[in-house]
């Protein structure tokens, strides 16, 4: 009886710890996520300015918003596609606009794709890092601070830099 | 031949003079005893067969022909929905608990199980799930109708509000598997009689012994799952959310990260069950018991780091695309060194052909052929065409139904001389197979034909190009549906009666559990017995 | 012997396979990347079948030479390392050789760099929307849904299925031959995937996250395909069709689009002042009807149980205008009414609403106009520039928010039929009498006459179908009080209600030989006042 006591806590021990481990896959899945890639999910830290060297190669960047289902904005970025070099900021403006007649909130989420760019686009600054309150019916400039980092892999000549907008004025 | 332990019991339905149970309900609700809980788990999974199969039956009526017939495409997705968790987790787990719950005692020579209330717990939490299940589908709002791997966000945001049943239920079936792979573990490594060492338990015991392990590592996993899908729906999380920071795509990665070493928790006891029902008909022993055993083992650690080959389509790397699909494709060796074991068992020996050793042969060449489809799907590029079409059910079924339910089938027709203390009717048994090797195959080979063609999976309604098939598929189906009757019908007679069998049912048999009595009596191997 | 049998079946088999898209087998596609997929498939098929052949040969040899019945003793053998790493290894050898090729085609199918057309793809339930984003390096602004465009009727088995049953759209992606096209992928709700089997793609669309794709076609043709992820209800009926033309056929595409997407927006500005007819706004909105909402809630209003509730006498289409206008366009959240104010245009959706208001006995004579849509879908942002206080809005954002989408549905329906009264023959009487009648009549009434017991009575044989001609053109002209039976005089021109009193009068068994003449009507009406 004593060991099968021992043997019981154990396995008992064990599966609550996979249990937390379902859990920890929550991080876990970004940390991979970030390594790898995966999902084109870039970092949502801020990072720190390019003290790279700027490279000749020229990498075209395209900037796509994506307005979520019945979100009441409008965000376009002006270009839409710019020519970059690695290692270099770049500064990029986006025009958001509250098109309601309430104040909201909006969360810009990044999507980078081919997701393996995305762990070598830095973001210095950018609006997905934080909730945008617009009010009413008025608009807003918002900043993308970027570079590519000299890492970028080399068949990557061209990326898309993707925002879904979510009004989470709700939650 | 005939050392049989406690053998001076008398056989089947107990007396009323053996005080050692209650009569009636009370002897189901309250035993602890192994043999009575095991077959409370195959009355129970053989249920839910039926059920599930019932469901099957009403998708494959819909599919009949093209055009809505009979039911609406949200019942229809409930339909799929339940037809899945029910098979999973109602039909092929539970017979396998309920198979280890009667024969590993007798296999390694325990007296019960080591924790028997546990166990009695472990089944009695079950029918409290499935009736919370099956009773969602009667509520306003239905069941669940996300598909049984519930991807988010159709099962969060989009859900109706009866998921709660849902998850609630797969947390009970979660909670029941893990008390039973404990009990199994602890039985194994703690009862086993003076002289059966590790390498000399028999294969069966060996694949439960490993399959309890990816119990307990994965189900807590699926629970958590669940708990964070409920979480999402009900107070506002966002762990599969992307307006919250989330993402829907872990979900697959969790869900898979569950749901690959699930697949093997339903395949490694079907193995075992070969492998002992090979050898017995072969008169032959087990070639390779050593790599038998290292391959179930490799198998088991594989199916941890290949899950995401059921994402293709998600949109990963090229790198984790690639190394998905190797890791995948070298699950196949292991398994093919078990099919090449199994042949090499047959070969010179003395086979004759019993129904167990039907259906075993039948699963070994309808399994591979599940597997040969497997590896076809390991391939990314491939996968791409085959991924969420009819070749994935397929695929699936062959696995699981001439794989997994095969192989109860087997074990059963094995055992149930030994349970009952009766042969079962031969005749019957032997038609129960034919129609169902025939019907089987009509039913699900050409759904790699539609499949191939571009018929997607979980649709109610398909394009008139697929027409034929699926009226061929149905038929199959039907037919294969009232095929299960017969085992019904042979299993019921075998327990009423029949030509006696005496303590060593089949001549090529091996094994502690042919040295106790026919029918096995209530208690065996109260004095352990010693293996040689 | 069993075994050459086995072999001669198995290659007659193959043979079969390998033709040009056989319905056993994969499709060879029409892109290079496809034919990879095809060859790698059926590479590696032939590999499983030869161990096959091989594995179970040796088997069922044993099956047949080594029985018991003939006596056989078995063998003692039971073990040999030297076996088991041959057969671990081999297998291992013949991976390596799938997995080259497959690597092969893999590292080719994920390169999307340097794309002539990005095309953004953003599934909802249960429709696909296309945005094209630049062609050759400039940037495009063409944006439609694409939906399933057979009939409920076909679904429910009420009429004979065409061949591209479910298959089909009202406005299939159009993209060149030729040219690489790279799919931006993304969804509004819950996951989907693209998938068009002819070109080997399938890729999930997330919310929130972007995905991509890419192919290079090879031969024009229309080609289809399907949502393959497990999206919801109607997960079944959201095809894809895909129009590959020749680039200079696109090019002119490209211009014809943007003509119409001009046409269309000078049309909803000119709506905004303009008041349609009943007849025009309901014969529309049937239409509308029938191509966006009859799924859900059946063509009949009554709706399905557990699916979509009735709109036949539901307070909704019966009671507050305003409410109506705002569940049709906004959607209600948590259930699987969506918004359909950028999918459809003011023209439809005025039109979709008064049908509803008005067909099957909801008779509530209500007439919603476009220039209300137009009033109720404008943005505060819109309001504060016609009051002139905001003068940061640019016109570009007002084209968005209305959102114009050209539907092919729509043609402009002349106000008034032709002037003078003709007499028409039997036959022309017959054929327009039954076209109205199936787009008017038989959702009730049913094709055949019939009716449906307990709820519409039967024309075929009925006493007003056979009986005095003035009851029965009173009854199709007025309706019948407390019943679905409308009035059907505003509805219908004079010559369709002339013809399908005659064919009622005349088909299915009910000969009367009767013939309503279209000025008989005329005077019928004018005596009635």
Not at chain 1, 122 to 132: G, I, S, T, W
Not at chain 3, 192 to 210: C, E, L, Q, R, T
Request: charged letters at 15%.
């Amino acid at each position: 009886m004593k060991t099968h006591n021992k043997l019981v806590k154990r396995l008992l021990l064990a599966s609550v710890l996979m249990f937390a481990f379902a859990f920890a896959l929550v991080p876990l899945y970004d940390v991979f996520c970030e390594v790898t890639g995966l999902n084109g999910k870039p970092s949502l830290q801020p990072a720190e300015v390019s003290a790279e060297v700027v490279s000749e190669r020229l990498i075209d960047v395209s900037f796509l918003t994506h307005i979520q289902g019945e979100a009441p904005f409008t965000v376009e970025a002006e270009p839409t596609v710019i020519t970059v070099k690695p290692g270099e900021m770049n500064h990029v403006t986006f025009t958001a606009k509250n098109v309601s007649g309430q104040n909201r909130a909006m969360q810009a989420v990044p999507s980078v794709s081919p997701g393996l760019a995305a762990q070598h686009l830095h973001k210095v600054e950018c609006f997905c890092f934080n909730q945008q309150a617009i009010l009413a019916g008025e608009q807003a400039e918002l900043t993308l601070l970027f570079y590519l980092d000299n890492e970028l892999p080399a068949e990557i000549e061209e990326l898309t830099l993707s925002y879904a907008v979510f009004d989470i004025s709700g939650s | 031949m005939t050392d049989s332990v406690d053998n001076n019991q008398e056989p089947g339905e107990p007396k009323s003079a053996d005080k050692s149970y209650a009569a009636g309900v009370k002897r189901w609700l309250y035993t602890t005893n192994h043999k009575d809980i095991g077959t409370l788990y195959l009355g129970f999974s053989l249920l839910m067969l039926l059920i599930g199969g019932s469901m099957a039956m009403v998708i494959r009526a819909e599919l009949f022909q093209p055009g809505l017939q009979l039911i609406e495409p949200n019942f229809f997705n409930q339909m799929t929905t339940v037809h899945g968790l029910i098979m999973v987790f109602g039909a092929v787990m539970p017979a396998f608990v309920g198979l280890a719950n009667w024969m590993i005692p007798l296999m390694i020579g325990a007296p019960d199980m080591a924790l028997p209330r546990m166990n009695n717990w472990s089944f009695w939490i079950l029918p409290f799930a499935f009736t919370m299940l099956l009773s969602s589908l009667f509520m306003p709002g239905g069941g669940p109708n996300f598909g049984w791997t519930f991807y988010a966000p159709l099962s969060t945001t989009y859900s109706n509000n009866n998921t709660a049943l849902f998850v609630f239920s797969v947390h009970i079936m979660g909670i029941s598997s893990i008390m039973g792979a404990i009990n199994v573990i602890v039985t194994i490594i703690n009862l086993r009689a003076p002289g059966m060492t590790w390498m000399k338990m028999p294969m069966f015991v060996w694949t439960w012994f490993i399959t309890a392990f990816l119990l307990i590592a994965v189900m807590p996993v699926l629970a958590g799952t669940v708990t964070m899908v409920l979480t999402d729906k009900y107070f506002g999380t966002s762990f599969f959310n992307a307006a919250g920071g989330g993402d829907p795509v872990m979900f697959q990665h969790i869900f898979w990260f569950f749901g690959h070493p699930e697949v093997y928790i339903m395949i490694l006891p079907a193995f075992g069950i070969i492998s002992t029902i090979i050898p017995a008909f072969s008169r032959k022993k087990l070639f390779g018991y050593h790599s038998m055993v290292y391959a179930t083992a490799s198998i088991a650690l594989l199916s941890f780091i290949v899950w995401a080959h059921h994402m293709f389509t998600t949109g990963m790397p090229l790198a984790a695309e690639l190394f998905f699909m190797y890791s995948t494709m070298l699950i196949s060796v292991p398994t093919g060194v078990k099919v090449f074991n199994w042949v090499a068992t047959m070969w010179r020996g003395s086979i004759s052909f019993e129904v167990p050793m039907l259906f075993a042969v039948a699963f070994i060449v309808l399994f591979t052929i599940g597997g040969f489809s497997g590896l076809m799907l390991a391939i990314t590029p491939a996968d791409f065409q085959y991924h969420d079409t009819y070749f994935v059910v397929a695929h699936f079924h062959y696995v699981l139904v001439t794989g997994a339910l095969f192989s109860i089938m087997a074990g059963v027709y094995f055992w149930l001389p030994k349970w009952t203390g009766f042969m079962f009717d031969i005749r019957l048994a032997k038609t129960h197979f034919w129609l169902s090797l025939v019907s089987v195959n009509v039913l699900f080979f050409p759904m790699h034909f539609v499949g191939l063609a571009g018929m997607p999976r979980r649709i109610p309604d398909y394009a008139l190009q697929f027409a034929d098939f699926n009226a061929i598929i149905s038929l199959g189906g039907f037919a294969f549906g009232l095929s299960q009757l017969l085992f019904v019908w042979a299993v019921i007679k075998c327990f009423k009666g029949g030509d006696t069998v005496p303590d060593k049912v089949w001549d090529g048999a091996e094994g502690l559990e042919w040295q106790v009595a026919s029918p096995a009596p209530y208690h065996t191997f109260s004095t352990p017995p010693e293996v040689k | 012997m069993p075994v050459f049998l086995c072999t001669w079946l198995f290659l007659l088999f193959v043979s079969k396979l390998h033709g040009a898209d056989s319905q056993f087998n994969m499709r060879h596609g029409v892109t290079d990347i496809s034919e990879n997929v095809y060859q790698l498939h059926m590479t590696i098929f032939l590999i499983c079948c030869v161990i096959a052949l091989l594995v179970f040969g040796v088997m069922f040899w044993a099956i047949w030479h080594h029985r018991q019945s003939k006596g056989v003793k078995p063998a003692l053998f039971h073990e040999s390392t030297k076996i088991e790493i041959l057969w671990t290894a081999v297998p291992f050898v013949i991976l390596i050789a799938m997995a080259v090729p497959a690597t092969k085609t893999l590292i080719a199918m994920e390169d999307t760099s340097k794309a002539d057309l990005t095309v953004k793809i953003t599934a909802s339930q249960w429709k696909w929307h296309y945005q094209y984003l630049s062609y050759d390096k400039k940037a495009l602004d063409i944006s439609f849904y694409s939906i399933l465009s057979t009939p409920q009727e076909q679904i429910n088995n009420q009429e004979d299925k065409q061949p591209t049953y479910l298959l089909e759209v009202d406005k299939p992606l159009v993209i060149p031959s030729n040219k690489k096209v790279r799919f931006l992928m993304t969804s509004d709700d819950v996951i989907h995937s693209w998938w068009v089997p002819d070109f080997a793609v399938k890729k999930d669309a997330v919310p929130g996250f972007i995905n991509e794709a890419w192919t290079k076609v090879n031969d024009e043709g229309v080609y289809r395909g399907q949502c393959a992820e497990l999206c919801g209800k109607n997960h079944g009926f959201m095809p894809i069709v895909v129009d590959v033309r020749s680039p200079e056929q696109f090019s002119r595409w490209l211009v014809e689009q943007k003509a119409l997407k001009q046409n269309l927006a000078q049309q909803e500005r000119a709506l905004q002042d303009s008041v349609l007819a009943k007849a025009e706004l309901m014969a529309l909105g049937k239409d509308v009807y029938s191509a966006n909402c009859s799924v859900c809630h059946q063509p009949t209003g009554l709706g399905l149980a557990g699916g979509g509730p009735a709109i036949k006498g539901s307070p909704i289409a019966v009671g507050d205008v305003g409410r109506h206008i705002d569940i049709v366009l906004n959607g209600k959240a948590g259930t699987a009414m969506q918004s359909f104010s950028k999918q459809l245009s003011a023209k439809q959706l005025a039109a979709v609403i008064t049908y509803e208001r008005n067909a099957w006995g909801n008779n509530s004579g209500d007439l919603v106009q476009p220039s209300q849509i137009i009033e109720v879908n404008k943005t505060p942002q819109e309001v504060i520039k016609e009051t002139g206080v905001d003068k940061t809005v640019t016109p570009k954002v007002v084209a968005e928010t209305i959102e114009i989408n050209e539907v092919n549905a729509v043609e402009e329906k002349p106000h008034k039929e032709p002037e003078p009264l003709a007499l028409l023959t039997r036959e022309q009487l017959m054929v327009l009498g039954k076209k109205v009648y199936q787009t008017n009549c038989a959702v009730c009434h049913q094709s055949g006459g019939e009716g449906m017991p307990g709820a519409f009575p039967a024309l075929k044989g009925s006493l007003i179908a056979t009986g005095p001609v003035d009851t029965h053109i009173s009854i199709v002209l007025n309706g019948t009080q407390a019943t679905a039976m409308m009035p059907f005089k505003a509805m219908l021109s004079l010559e369709q209600l002339a013809a399908v009193i005659t064919y009622e009068r005349n088909a299915w068994g009910n000969e009367t030989g009767d013939l309503v003449q279209p000025l008989y009507i005329d005077n019928f009406i004018k005596g009635e006042k």
